[in-house]
Nanobody
């Protein structure tokens, strides 16, 4: 059974920073991982994704490019999302996802959420102006 456990959410002022963590456990190997977010009344959208295995590949949505950084500590099997220059529009529930088995599809559509098999429960991020 694969489990994803997010932590690190909370409240911040606009312009501030925050780091989210996602611990991945269970039988999943050579997976791609990522962070998605869902604001009230909106669909869940991809924010940043990563594959790390011999080489590292990352991809970001236009809305966070240059402000957010995704990384992975393979020894700890943990994904991170460093968020800088936070904006009120970043307020959302942030979910960690992991997927495997559809790598070629994922490389073409890295932010497509149906390519992710496993999800965490989410952590709330609130940014005030």
């Amino acid at each position: 059974q694969v489990q994803l456990l997010e932590s690190g959410g909370g409240s911040a002022q606009a312009g501030g920073s925050m780091r989210l963590s996602c611990e991945v456990s269970g039988s999943i190997y050579n997976y791609y991982g990522g962070w998605f977010r869902q604001a009230p009344g909106k669909e869940r959208e991809g924010v940043a994704v990563i594959f790390s295995g011999g080489y590292t590949y990352t991809y970001y949505s236009d809305s966070v490019k240059g402000r957010f950084t995704i990384s992975k500590d393979s020894a700890k099997n943990t994904l991170y999302l460093r968020m800088n220059s936070l904006e009120p529009e970043d307020t959302a529930m942030y979910y960690c996802g992991a997927g495997a088995g559809r790598f070629m599809d994922w490389r073409q559509f890295p932010l497509r959420r149906d390519l992710f098999n496993y999800w965490g429960q989410g952590t709330q991020v609130t940014v005030s102006s």
